[in-house]
Structures are given as C-alpha cells and as structure tokens.
C-alpha cells in the first residue's frame, strides 16, 4: 500500500460538497453509516472461507466495493475487485481481505482530515 491511498476527491465533492466545512448534515449522517457498515462488511469478509463461500465473498465483496467507490474510495474498491473476481489462491484470501480493510482505513482517514464535519471516528 503506497503512503496514502488513491481517493478519488470529486467523486467525494460531487456528494459532500466542495466546502469541506459545510457537509450537509443528512449527507454526513450518511457517510458516518456508510463507515460504520463497511467496518461491519470487512469482519464479515475475514469470517468467511475461501475454499467453500467464494459465492457469498463475490457478493459481500462486490456490494461492499460499489457502496465505497460512491463516495471515493478507489484504492479500496480495487482490492475488492480482484477479491470480488476470485482470481486468488484460497490461501491469499485472508491477506487480500487484511489489505483491503487497512486501506480502508487509511482512506477513512483520509476523507475524514479533508471532511472534519463527517465526525468519522
């Protein structure tokens, strides 16, 4: 993962606005479940076996990408990709999901230093 993961900053302004300080607050209640729901997706992601569930990770995996890639979060999305493809050996599955997760919150991170008025924790 590079310093700072790649966020795709207009496809974040095109729904928070350009004024970081002025998130609407039906907007920033969004992005606050949003958060909380991927944080959720992710621990449900590690639980599952790749040997036996690649159907039920495809999707989890490939929901989870759309809802993030909304709101800008391209690196993440990525990953989810090749984990949404299944193009990865059984035994990679886990360090794929761990990747995934880190950039998540690296880019949480991100969005929430630009968007202070998200109130992400």
């Known amino acids: 993962m590079s ?9 974040a302004a095109s729904l928070l606005g350009d ?18 729901g991927a944080t959720q997706q992710f621990q449900e992601l590690k639980a599952k076996n ?7 990770i495809s ?4 929901q989870l ?3 993030l890639l909304n709101f800008g979060f ?8 090749h984990i949404e493809g299944s193009g990865y050996a059984t035994n990679e599955y886990p360090g794929l999901v761990d990747d ?7 880019s949480k991170k991100l969005l929430a230093n630009r968007y202070p008025t998200l109130n992400l924790s």
């Open 3 to 11: 310093a700072e993961p790649a966020f795709d900053w207009v496809q």
């Open 65 to 67: 990408r759309g809802c």
């Open 74 to 81: 391209t690196e993440v999305g990525a990953i989810l990709l």
């Open 100 to 106: 995934a997760a880190e950039v998540f919150v690296a």
């Open 59 to 62: 999707s989890l995996a490939h």
């Open 50 to 56: 790749a040997g036996t569930d690649r159907k039920e």
């Open 19 to 36: 004024d970081p300080q002025q998130v609407p607050d039906d907007m920033a209640e969004i992005v606050r479940e949003l958060v909380d």
